[in-house]
Structures are given as structure tokens and as C-alpha cells.
């Protein structure tokens, strides 16, 4: 369930880092009962940019499949290895 508070409560920058780091979910900060802005650990964020790399990678590889780019599997794996030093 995602964590919810208002702007006034960032006072208490301890409670909300210990609350950040409680959770792989963001804290949602609201201002004048709307969303105004999102707060989560820096572990939780390099998780999230690390995934969102991973999938554009393989949407990229599809589409090279797709595309006839790729003859095979192996080959498609070998050039994204290439590619991105995997």
C-alpha cells in the first residue's frame, strides 16, 4: 500500500528518510490534498533505473528479431553482450 503524506509532514526529514528506507516503494507527498511530489531511497531508485535499462534492452532486442536483424537466439545474445558490455 503506497505511503502518503503531506508536504508539512517533510519536517521530520529522520522519520521520512526512515521511512524511505523502510520501503522499495516511494512516499507520495501531497500539497493542498494533491499530489505535488515523490521521495524513495537512492537503493530504491537505482533498482527502478536499473529495471527500466534491463527493459529497454530487451524491447530492443525484440524489435532487432522482429526485424530480421538477428538470425538466431545465440547471436541475438552475443550482440547485446557486445553492445552493452553484458
Known amino acids: 500500500m ?6 508539512r509532514d517533510l519536517k521530520d526529514t529522520t ?3 526512515q521511512m ?5 516503494e516511494p512516499v507520495y507527498i501531497t500539497k493542498n490534498g494533491y ?5 524513495m531511497s ?4 537505482e533498482e527502478k533505473m536499473f529495471m527500466a535499462d534491463v527493459y529497454s ?12 536483424k538477428v538470425s538466431d ?3 541475438g545474445l552475443k550482440t547485446l553482450r557486445e553492445k552493452y558490455g553484458l
Open 2 to 7: 503506497p505511503r502518503i503524506i503531506p508536504i
Open 15 to 17: 522519520a521520512i528518510s
Open 20 to 24: 524511505c528506507s523502510e520501503s522499495d
Open 35 to 39: 499530489g505535488d511530489m515523490v521521495i
Open 42 to 45: 537512492i537503493k530504491a531508485y
Open 57 to 68: 534492452k530487451l524491447a530492443e532486442a525484440e524489435s532487432e528479431i522482429k526485424e530480421g
Open 73 to 75: 537466439a545465440r547471436e
